[in-house]
C-alpha cells in the first residue's frame, strides 16, 4: 500500500457498532472505492463496493482499538490516513450481536 499515494479513510469501531454501514455511506458521500477491512486486503468483506470509482480517497473497515490501529499506519499506511472512531452504546451493540 505503500506506492499508492491516495488518502485513506478507516472507518473504526466495535463489531456490531455499524462500521460496514458508515463506511460505505462515506465512501459514497466523498465518491470513492470501498477496499475492504484495514490490514487484510485478501478478506473479501460484505463493505467492498465502488471498484470503478476513481478518487483520491479510498475507505477501510476496521474492528482495531484506536491504539493498535495507529500503530497499523507505519506498516500499512501512506502517510495520509485518517480516522472515524465509533463509540456506540453497548446496550444497542448487545441487542445488535443477540439478534445477529
Keep these: 500500500m505503500k506506492s499508492d499515494r491516495r488518502q485513506i479513510v478507516v472507518i473504526s469501531g466495535y463489531p456490531k457498532s455499524g462500521n460496514t454501514w458508515l ?3 462515506t465512501a459514497q458521500l466523498i465518491d470513492c472505492p470501498v477496499k475492504g477491512f484495514w490490514t487484510q486486503p485478501e478478506n473479501n468483506d460484505i463493505s467492498i463496493e465502488g471498484k470503478e470509482r476513481k478518487s483520491e480517497y479510498k475507505c477501510f473497515k476496521a474492528h482495531h482499538t484506536f491504539p493498535i ?12 490516513e485518517k480516522v472515524i ?6 446496550r444497542d ?8
Design 23 to 25: 463506511t460505505r455511506l
Design 69 to 80: 490501529l495507529t500503530k497499523s499506519f507505519t506498516d500499512y499506511g501512506n502517510g495520509t
Design 93 to 100: 451493540v448487545a441487542i445488535s450481536a443477540l439478534f445477529f
Design 85 to 90: 472512531y465509533i463509540v456506540r452504546d453497548p
